[in-house]
């Protein structure tokens, strides 16, 4: 799970291949992040909370819209599990692990 930057929202994942986005303050489920086929093992918020990332057992790491729930893009090509995701603290940078490999991707939108 992960808070967003302002602390408001929480979003969590697991075994439902769904990401979810609660409000911190009174628990009330905002979105549902439907689009993976397998459990869910990593998520994080964009620095600015504008954007979601997870990883999945399916192989694929999506970015969403933190506001919409809208899938942005899927980076495929993995070989293992997707372990963790994370954002680099300007937001313009992935990096996500699988079993004994890391990728650094840009995050912006692929054109």
Same mark, same amino acid.
């Not at 504008?50 to 893009?73: H, L, M, Y």
């Not at 293992?80 to 940078?93: H, K, N, Y």
């Given at each position: 799970?992960?808070?967003?930057? @302002?602390?408001? *929202? !929480?979003? =969590?994942?697991?075994?439902?291949?769904?990401? /979810? $986005? &609660?409000? +911190?303050? #009174? %628990?009330?489920?905002?979105?549902?992040?439907?689009?993976?086929?397998?459990?869910?093992?990593?998520?994080?918020f964009?620095? @600015?909370?504008? *954007? !979601?990332? =997870?990883?999945?057992?399916?192989?694929?790491? /999506? $970015? &969403?819209? +933190?506001? #919409? %729930?809208?899938?942005?893009?899927?980076?495929r090509?993995?070989?293992?599990?997707?372990?963790?995701?994370?954002?680099?603290? @300007?937001?313009?940078?992935?990096?996500t692990?699988?079993?004994?490999?890391?990728?650094?991707?840009?995050? +912006?939108?692929?054109?």
């Open positions: 799970m992960a808070f967003s930057p @302002d602390g408001r *929202r !929480i979003v =969590t994942v697991g075994c439902d291949n769904m990401a /979810k $986005v &609660w409000n +911190a303050d #009174t %628990g009330q489920e905002l979105l549902v992040l439907n689009g993976h086929t397998d459990s869910l093992l990593g998520v994080a964009s620095p @600015d909370g504008q *954007r !979601i990332v =997870t990883g999945s057992e399916d192989r694929t790491v /999506k $970015v &969403w819209e +933190a506001g #919409t %729930g809208q899938g942005v893009f899927t980076f090509g993995y070989k293992t599990r997707v372990l963790s995701v994370a954002f680099s603290p @300007d937001g313009e940078t992935l990096i692990t699988e079993d004994a490999l890391a990728k650094v991707w840009s995050a +912006a939108p692929p054109p």
